[in-house]
Structure formats: structure tokens, C-alpha cells
């Protein structure tokens, strides 16, 4: 018993039903998502349609809009759609309408549009009053036996129409046109394939069932002969390039998920007289050119690409971006990459091949399975419409028997309509004919009766009985169901081979070209002079220009200098820890000379126990003599003491009290080291052991104390040192003879005049 629809009485009950409101939310939601999934967001695998676009093609078919015939304005589609089929907004249903007619968005239009239908710019189509629309030859290959039984219908919402549940698809349209769409929990995106390709590797399922993805794919594209490659990846009606790895493609297809990496295909175009400009013929998928370029200019201005000059747009019909560098001396190659890196010019597509398999699960499949289910549906349209087919001549051949009885006995009949006041049951008794034959009798013209006609009925009779044996056959075996699925593939493979306009590939393969990362990150920093200062405390900054004098600087109250040094904007800055630690930083993400800068524990993760030994500017053909104040250490390349990350690098190993003292550039042959207790100790470098990470070895012996400072020197050219007045001393080898002995020893009361600091200066 249904709701009743009369309003309850005014008995003084307020009639108040309670509801649980969790699960009417669960019910309520779940309908929804359904609803979501099944009608709205994920495509059906048979056809590649969503429920609207399967809608606006079957409204096109009954509106007659074959390729052949004329257009028809698309606010007439929209109209019959909606009031029929589509029970949703108008503009929703054309915008649909819109993107299958663009040539940009669909690899294989379905829809032939007249007007303005929108550009790669992102700009709108014109409204639908304005625009004109008819199918495609695509469309057609849908649509194909659409009347003859080969798919099910449904009622439409309303239930006064009918609409097919599925299209019969005779069309790989799933991967050759792609998908995309967000549903309740789950999305889909399935990017634009090449037909020919598709069809190849149906082919060869059909010839293998058990094929697997590898076997139906190429690794390397046939050049020679483009018609021989199975599917390679992606297709893209807007080009580009594909810079993966075959393997990861590959892993891609096997899981249904993955992603690839596109680039914009450009070209290095000579101005002369040693001047060149980049063009860019082809952008990524589903990049709106218009965007991407107002983003290049946004970078410009910010100044975060140095090597670009200017950027113009001389596109026509074709994409044509024009990239002018800095200077004539730039690499190309790099200015790319640092474009790649900023901008829209590579962007990831992803693969999530997430569709209604049979119809009616939403399920994530492989390459594979997505053409197998296609097979399956397009034996299943081939069964049925030859069963249609067979009621139709069996139907046919019945009448054709009624005529060749009529025909042998014409005298009798034409008596027996003049005569009899009920001709039907007495014919159907005096020949035993059926009800559709004595009808079809009835119903013969008179010029019919001629005599040649029995010759043409008995011609008919022929062949529709061999047809009908054909077709017979054909419902018997599996093995000829296939092979008239393969002839058909086959057909559609040379109508979109690699020699037409329509089928040959558009997005080409190539490794992603290996340059260093520093290159790049160079290329993307504007290289200005600084000044790099770093306080007691540890608070940073990078002051612009080479500064000479560092006394103006001022520092937070309590606060002092500790060291100042000039670099590049594109340097890298070394910090060395108590902790042993190395930390990297780029001069870039300094902060500015405004104020007192910021403390490194802001910029990298460093241990508050720890202080700043030293900083200085990276060199990586440098090697670095490192120490901790009890007198151990060892020599590291400074290429090995680069942190990657905010967390540094540990590089000397030190346990509490002991902590890292000394970091200086290596130099020459020979080291000297003196103690706190003023003891100097000179010995061949070479007595020092290279390493990446460790303690080191013993330096110097001290019985309290420890290390006050160390210099490494050409023992040829003697020892330097600088006393407070800034007075240069020299000692060379033969006065150094005293204190020149073997690593680890205690040492001898420096010469004469060293410094009261205990350092070399």
C-alpha cells in the first residue's frame, strides 16, 4: 500500500514520524553515490560512454543527424535530450555536447560541430542558439545495429520513451577517446589512445586469448612500418611527448593505475647570426594555452627564470609559442628544463582505468581486460543482431512461401476474395497457410500478379535460405563468431590506419634527457652578488652586493658578529656544527638584508645544544680537513659533506664532552696544529687519513685541554700567521725544523712572536 496522497485530518495529532537520523543519512548517501557511480561519473567499459553522452547520441540518431545529412542547431539536440532523456540542466548536457565535438579534447570527435565550439585557449563555445551540430563517421560505428535488437533498452525517466542501455560500440571508443570523472569515493581517468594501435592488440586476443599486457604492447615504436605497433601509451589529440620509461608504462597498464609524464614538443629555431628562439609546436593534454603562458610571464616577472628574455604567442591554427632567451650563450636544453620544472609544460596524466566492467561493477582493470570485456560485448552485439537477422528472413521466407502458393493456384484465390464473405479462414484451410501469409496475400497489389514476379519470389526465396544457412552456422560455431569479429577490427583498423589524417599517432616517446640538478636549479636562480652574514647566535641573512666593510652591521642586542663572506645567489652555503653536522643552504632561501635575518634553527633542523662552528661557500673540487677539540680528525672531500636535506649531514662522529672544533680548506703538504696549552705541532699531511665519516685519527696529544687552531701550508714556502696588529710572520722550513715530527705528538712551545689568541689569524 502506497503513501496516501490525501493530507492527514486536523484530529489534533501532529502526525510526526521519527526517523533515525544515522540511518536515513546512510540510506539517503548511499543512494546517492550510487546513483553517482552508476549514472553520472564512470564510464561503461562496452561503449566508453557516461549515461549523457550515450543520451545525446541516440537523440542525434532519431533527430537523422548522419555524417551524410545536414546540420542541425544544437539547441535542438540539447531540447530533445533533455525533455527526453536527460533529466538535468541545459547547459550541463551542452557542454557535454561541446567537448565531443573538440578536436583538441576528443582524440576522435563523435559530434561534427558548426560554429564556434571553443579553442585550446579555454575559451567558451558559443551558446547553443548560435551553433550547429551533426555525427561523425565515430558516432556512426557507436551507433552501428543500433535497430536491429544488437543492445537492450530501458524506459526513459519519464517512461513515455526508450533509451539503449548501452551503445553496440563497434568503436574501441573506452581508450581511444579516454575518460575522466569523479564519482562518490572513487574517480576515473583514462587517457585518449590510437585506434590502429587498439586494434592491433584486439587482434592479437583474439588470436591469443590468454595474451598478456606485455605481449600486447610495443616497446619500442615500429618506424618503419607504424602499422605494425600495438598499443605504445597514450595517444593525445594535442601531441606532446611522453618522457617514461617503457617499464613504467607498462607496470601502469598491468594495474590499471599509474600515471605518464607529458612534455611539450619544442623545437630550437635559428634567427641568424647566431641568434635562435624556441618554439613550441605542441603543449600538454588538457593545458589551457592561454594559462600557461600568462604563468610563464607571472615567472618572468618574479624573476625565477633568468635564461628567458620574453614570451610570445604566434599561434594561428596551429600551436605556435615562442621562447626567447636571455643571451645567445644559453643552453637551450637547460632553459627547457628549468621550464619544465616551473610551468605546465610537463604535466602528469594520470591512469586510473576505473570503469563499470560488464556495465554494472565499478572495477579497476588492466589494459587486457578492458579489451577482452570490449570483444565480449561486440560477440554479444554480433549473436544478437544475427539473430535478429534469422527471424527476419524466417519471417520473410514464410510470406515468400504464402506468394509461391498464391502464385501456383491465382485463379482459385482471386475466386475465393470475390466470392467468399470471409476470404482469410477459408484460404488458410484450403492450403494451410498461416495467418501472416494469408495476410500478406490479402494484402498483394493487383500489378503484383504478373507473371515474372514468381521467378523474382523463388530468386529470394534462394538466396534468403542460403543466408539463413549462413547465418545458422555462424550461431553455431565460436570459432567463426570470432573470425567475423576479427574481420570486422580488421576493417576498422585500415579506416583509421596510420595512413590517414585522422589515425596517425600524434604524441611521440622519448627518455627524459638527464641533466644535473644543479644545472637546472642554477638556471631557475637569478646569480646576483651578496653578502652572507652570520651572527654569534646563529642568526642568518644575505645582504645585497659584495659589501667591504662589515663594521656598519647591526645585530639584536647581546648579539654579535661571527662571520661575513661574499657568494652568488646561486651558491650553496656550507654550515658546520658542534655536533659534527653539516647543513646546506642555498644563498637563495637566505634571508634578505632587511632586519636581522633569521636564525638557522628556522631554516634547517639543528639540535639546540649546537652552535656554528663555521660557514662558507661550497666548493665541490675542494677537500676540507675536520677536527673535534680533543685533537681528532681526518681529511673529506667537500662533495661528500652536501646534505640533501633540512636534517644535515653527520660527517664527525663526537661524543659529549668532545665536540667538533675544526673545518678548514686543505692546502699544500703539511699541517700545523697548536693546543690551548700554546704547544705547536707541524706534520705531512699525508699522515692523514681521507674518509667520508668517522672520528678521525689523533692530531695532537694534550694531557688538558685541547686543539686552539690548525693550518694546513706548503712546507717550501714556510708558516704564515697574522699577530692582532695585522702583522705577517713568516717561519720557513729550516727555522720549522723543531716542531716538524710525526702526527699525534705532543708538540713545542710555539716560536716567538705567535699570537696571544693561539691562532694562526
Not at 503513501?3 to 546512510?26: C, F, Q, T
Not at 610570445?312 to 621550464?339: N, Q, W
Not at 652591521?553 to 653539516?582: I, M, N, P, R, Y
Not at 635575518?597 to 677537500?623: L, W, Y
Amino acid at each position: 500500500m502506497g503513501k496516501s496522497l490525501i493530507p492527514p485530518g486536523s484530529d489534533g495529532g501532529d502526525n510526526i514520524e521519527p526517523v533515525d537520523l544515522r540511518k536515513a543519512l546512510e540510506e539517503r548517501y548511499l543512494a546517492y553515490a550510487l546513483s553517482t557511480i552508476m549514472h553520472r561519473a564512470l564510464p561503461d567499459v562496452r561503449d566508453g560512454l557516461k549515461p549523457v553522452h550515450r543520451r545525446i547520441m541516440h537523440a542525434m540518431r532519431l533527430l537523422r543527424l548522419n555524417p551524410e545529412q545536414g546540420f542541425a542547431k544544437c539547441a535542438r539536440i540539447v531540447g530533445e535530450v533533455m525533455g527526453k532523456f536527460h533529466p538535468h540542466g541545459d547547459q550541463s548536457i551542452y557542454d557535454a555536447l561541446v567537448r565531443l565535438a573538440q578536436s583538441f579534447s576528443v582524440r576522435y570527435p563523435l559530434v561534427d560541430g558548426q560554429g564556434n565550439f571553443g579553442n585550446i585557449d579555454g575559451d567558451n563555445a558559443a551558446a547553443m542558439r548560435y551553433t550547429e551540430a551533426r555525427m561523425t563517421e565515430v558516432a556512426s560505428a557507436l551507433l552501428e545495429g543500433i535497430t536491429e535488437d544488437a543492445v537492450d533498452f530501458r524506459p526513459t525517466y519519464n517512461e513515455e520513451d526508450e533509451e539503449p542501455v548501452v551503445l553496440p560500440g563497434a568503436f574501441p571508443n573506452l581508450l581511444a577517446n579516454g575518460s575522466s570523472g569523479i564519482a562518490v569515493g572513487m574517480a576515473t581517468s583514462i587517457p585518449p589512445h590510437n585506434v590502429a594501435e587498439l586494434c592491433k592488440a584486439a587482434l592479437h586476443l583474439i588470436d591469443n586469448p590468454e595474451a598478456t599486457v606485455e605481449e600486447l604492447m610495443t616497446s619500442e615504436p615500429h618506424a618503419g612500418d607504424p602499422d605494425e605497433n600495438k598499443v605504445r601509451g597514450p595517444d593525445f589529440p594535442t601531441g606532446g611527448i611522453i618522457v617514461d620509461h617503457f617499464d613504467t608504462i607498462l607496470e601502469a597498464y598491468k594495474t590499471g593505475r599509474g600515471s605518464f609524464r607529458v612534455r611539450a614538443k619544442w623545437e630550437q629555431e635559428d634567427q641568424g647570426r647566431g641568434t635562435w628562439q624556441i618554439v613550441v609546436t605542441e603543449i600538454p593534454y588538457g593545458v589551457q594555452k592561454s594559462r600557461l603562458i600568462e604563468k610563464i610571464a607571472e615567472l618572468l616577472l618574479a624573476r625565477r627564470l633568468p635564461l628567458l628574455d620574453d614570451v610570445r604567442d604566434e599561434s594561428a591554427e596551429d600551436v605556435r609559442v615562442v621562447l626567447v632567451p636571455k643571451s645567445r650563450t644559453v643552453d637551450p636544453a637547460i632553459l627547457m628544463e628549468s621550464l619544465f620544472k616551473l610551468t605546465e609544460l610537463e604535466s602528469r596524466f594520470p591512469l586510473n582505468m576505473n570503469v563499470l566492467s560488464r556495465g554494472k561493477v565499478p572495477n579497476v582493470l588492466s589494459l587486457r581486460d578492458v579489451l577482452k570485456e570490449w570483444l565480449e560485448h561486440r560477440r554479444e552485439v554480433l549473436v544478437r543482431r544475427s539473430r535478429h537477422r534469422l527471424a527476419e528472413i524466417e519471417r520473410r521466407l514464410e510470406v515468400l512461401g504464402g506468394y509461391l502458393i498464391a502464385y501456383l493456384n491465382i485463379d482459385e484465390v482471386i475466386r475465393i476474395i470475390r466470392e467468399e464473405d470471409e476470404p482469410k479462414p477459408v484460404m488458410m484451410a484450403r492450403w494451410d497457410l498461416t495467418d501472416l501469409q494469408v495476410e500478406s496475400i490479402l494484402n498483394m497489389r493487383l500489378r503484383a500478379l504478373r507473371k515474372l514476379e514468381e521467378f523474382e519470389i523463388r530468386k529470394e526465396f534462394d538466396a534468403l535460405t542460403a543466408e539463413k544457412a549462413q547465418i545458422e552456422a555462424l550461431l553455431g560455431s565460436d570459432a567463426k563468431q570470432w573470425k567475423t569479429i576479427r574481420w570486422e577490427v580488421e576493417k576498422l583498423r585500415d579506416r583509421f590506419g596510420s595512413h590517414t589524417e585522422l589515425g596517425r599517432r600524434r604524441t611521440q616517446f622519448a627518455d627524459a634527457p638527464e641533466h644535473d640538478v644543479s644545472d637546472i636549479h642554477h638556471a631557475m636562480i637569478e646569480r646576483e652578488p651578496v653578502t652572507v652574514v652570520v651572527s654569534e647566535k646563529g642568526w642568518l641573512r644575505a645582504m645585497k652586493g659584495h659589501l667591504a666593510d662589515f663594521e656598519s652591521l647591526s645585530f639584536k642586542e647581546g648579539d654579535k658578529l661571527k662571520l661575513a663572506f661574499h657568494a652568488q645567489t646561486t651558491d650553496k652555503v656550507l654550515v658546520f656544527t658542534t655536533g659534527g653536522k653539516f647543513y646546506t643552504i642555498g644563498v637563495d632561501r637566505l634571508p634578505g638584508g632587511r632586519g636581522h635575518g633569521e636564525p638557522i634553527r628556522i631554516i634547517v633542523d639543528m639540535e639546540n645544544d649546537q652552535d656554528i662552528v663555521t660557514a662558507f661557500v661550497h666548493d665541490p673540487s675542494r677537500k676540507l680537513l675536520v677536527g673535534s677539540y680533543q685533537g681528532n680528525g681526518f681529511v673529506v672531500p667537500e662533495v661528500e659533506v652536501v646534505a640533501n636535506t633540512r636534517k644535515g649531514k653527520q660527517v664527525v662522529n663526537v661524543k659529549t664532552p668532545d665536540e667538533a672544533k675544526l673545518c678548514i680548506p686543505v692546502a699544500g703538504d703539511h699541517v700545523a696544529i697548536v693546543g690551548e696549552n700554546r704547544k705547536l705541532l707541524i706534520f705531512p699531511l699525508a699522515e692523514i687519513p681521507e674518509m667520508t665519516r668517522g672520528k678521525g685519527v689523533r692530531l695532537q696529544k694534550y694531557k688538558d685541554g685541547g686543539v686552539s687552531d690548525a693550518k694546513t701550508f706548503a712546507i717550501d714556502a714556510g708558516l704564515t700567521w697574522q699577530d692582532s696588529a695585522d702583522r705577517t710572520f713568516v717561519k720557513s722550513k729550516d727555522e720549522l725544523a723543531e716542531w716538524l715530527a710525526s702526527r699525534a705528538g705532543a708538540g713545542r712551545m710555539v716560536p716567538k712572536g705567535f699570537p696571544r689568541t693561539g691562532k694562526f689569524g
